[in-house]
């Protein structure tokens, strides 16, 4: 095998592994909780205001696990697991708290 044909093929292995680090990385997404009531819910945003007063507002989907497995309603308690994509918060979880 000629030397060319070894660099080359060296270069090309360690490409092929810092390429695949670099996809590993960026696929990992942070999340994130926010526990409230909701206050507003439709077919794709559901708003909850947490103890401070603070509203947020979270994007759902198909995507979206809902446990127990049912929507929130209005004036529950719910602890969600979220994402930031584009700058819009995703719902990846939402947690129905029991009432105590």
């Known amino acids: 095998m000629s030397r060319s044909l070894r660099i080359g093929l060296a270069v090309s292995v360690i490409f092929v592994a810092l390429l695949t680090m670099g996809l590993e990385i960026s696929f990992a997404q942070k999340y994130s909780e926010f526990k409230g009531k909701v206050v507003s819910i439709d077919k794709k945003i559901v708003s909850v205001k947490d103890s401070k007063g603070m509203t947020m507002n979270f ?29 819009t918060s995703v719902a990846y979880q939402i947690k129905i708290k029991a009432e105590q």
Do not use: W
Not at 63 to 81: C, H, L, M
């Open 59 to 87: 994007a759902t989907g198909r995507k979206t696990q809902y446990a127990p497995n049912r929507r929130p309603a209005v004036g529950e308690s719910v602890e969600v697991e979220y994402f930031m994509k584009k700058g």
